[in-house]
């Protein structure tokens, strides 16, 4: 499976940004999907998580009630949503898949992810 993740850019804080990600094949609908970001300098961390049915999501404490993370198995495709963006959310932001087939629990460990995307840059003035 390729993905590809595309929709960042700059924006001032307090600003809103969606990232998408349009993944190749159609057992896109079958796979857990994270959104991961890697600030320079540190090391890659989960963001938000999708189980293949949108039934769960996570995110962490800092995105909870900011960003929210969607999908449309339709379109083989996961975003998300950052509104309230602040300096600190910059970062190369990546999406990833989990290959399981139906996963019911969601992974928040980068290296539980098969399939990643190119990553799309977002920076956050203040």
């Known amino acids: 499976v390729q993905l590809q993740a595309y929709g960042g850019g700059l924006v001032q804080a307090g600003g809103s940004l969606r990232l998408s990600c349009a993944a190749s094949?159609?057992?896109?609908?079958?796979?857990?999907m994270g959104w991961f970001r890697q600030a320079p300098g540190k090391e890659r961390d989960i963001v938000a998580a999708i189980t293949w049915n949108s039934g769960t999501t996570y995110y962490i404490d800092s995105a909870k009630g900011r960003f929210t993370i969607s999908r449309d198995n339709a379109e083989n495709t996961v975003s998300l949503q950052m509104n309230g963006l602040k300096p600190e959310d910059t970062a190369v932001y990546f999406c990833?898949?989990?290959?399981?087939?139906?996963?019911?629990?969601?992974?928040?460990?980068?290296?539980?992810?098969?399939?990643w995307g190119q990553g799309t840059e977002v920076t956050v003035s203040s």
């Open positions: 094949e159609r057992t896109f609908s079958t796979y857990n």
């Open positions: 990833a898949a989990d290959k399981r087939v139906r996963p019911m629990l969601l992974s928040r460990r980068v290296s539980a992810y098969d399939y």
